[in-house]
């Protein structure tokens, strides 16, 4: 009797065993990770409903807001404040008085850049009578101007002016007119007379003294829910 002791491995499960052997050699972890989330896709900070709040620039009380809904988005870049369902405020002066009007569909403003773009129904009124309508206008803290690229349509007690490229001081005493669609004097139109601008492309500007405020970045002065 032999004392040889004879084991036959099948060659099926060899190979089955070396194919396991090269896939863990070959397989390397992979850590599964929910994609990154974009600054644009961030959620607001703040958001206020019901708000009529008073803005004050270097500690003095200048705008008074009234908004349905108030967003604060410090996440995006700019970082704004946003007021997607209509904004109306109330400018005052340094004795706070009203000096003029503010409403719009929607607004938002950048604090870096201390801008607001106002888009909508845009108006302006200002407590001597002017009146200004558009669907878009930029407000201008560092330079104190109000511009827009879009047809605007100012009216003023002496004249209405129509055109598509606006830009005025914050006060709205000195302002320029470009590519005019319509500029009459009111008293012609009150009288019966209509006598429009000639020009297409006119530039129509008028250099009454202007009363620039210095303004600082807002802050809120208080918020009411």
């Known amino acids: 009797m032999s004392g040889n002791l004879d084991i036959r491995i099948p060659m099926w499960w060899v190979g089955f065993v070396l194919a ?27 958001t206020s409903y019901g708000v009529n709040t008073l803005i004050s620039d270097s500690g003095v009380i200048k705008y008074r807001i009234v908004t349905e809904r108030w967003e604060v988005n410090t996440l995006r870049q700019p970082p704004r404040w946003e007021f997607m369902k209509g904004v109306f405020f109330e400018q005052f002066d340094e004795k706070f008085r009203v000096q003029a009007y503010v409403q719009a569909d929607t607004a938002w403003y950048f604090e870096q850049q201390r801008l607001w773009k106002l888009r909508g129904r845009v108006r302006v009124r200002t407590t001597d009578g002017t009146v200004y309508t558009s669907e878009e206008l930029y407000w201008d803290g560092m330079t104190h101007e109000l511009y827009s690229n879009v047809y605007s349509r ?3 007690p002496e004249r209405t002016i129509a055109g598509t490229y606006f830009r005025s ?5 000195r302002y320029t007119v470009t ?3 319509g500029s009459f004097v009111n008293e012609d139109v009150e009288g019966g007379k209509s006598e429009p601008a000639d020009a297409s492309q006119q530039q129509d500007t008028t250099t009454a003294a202007p009363v620039i405020r210095q303004a600082s970045k807002p802050h809120a002065a208080s918020k009411q829910p």
Do not use: Q, Y
């Open 20 to 46: 396991l052997l090269s896939l863990s050699a070959c397989n390397e972890v992979h850590e599964h990770m929910a994609p990154a989330v974009n600054p644009e896709d961030s959620v607001s900070m703040m």
């Open 169 to 173: 001081d914050e006060s709205m005493t």
């Open 179 to 181: 590519n005019s669609v």
């Open 154 to 156: 100012l009216i003023t």
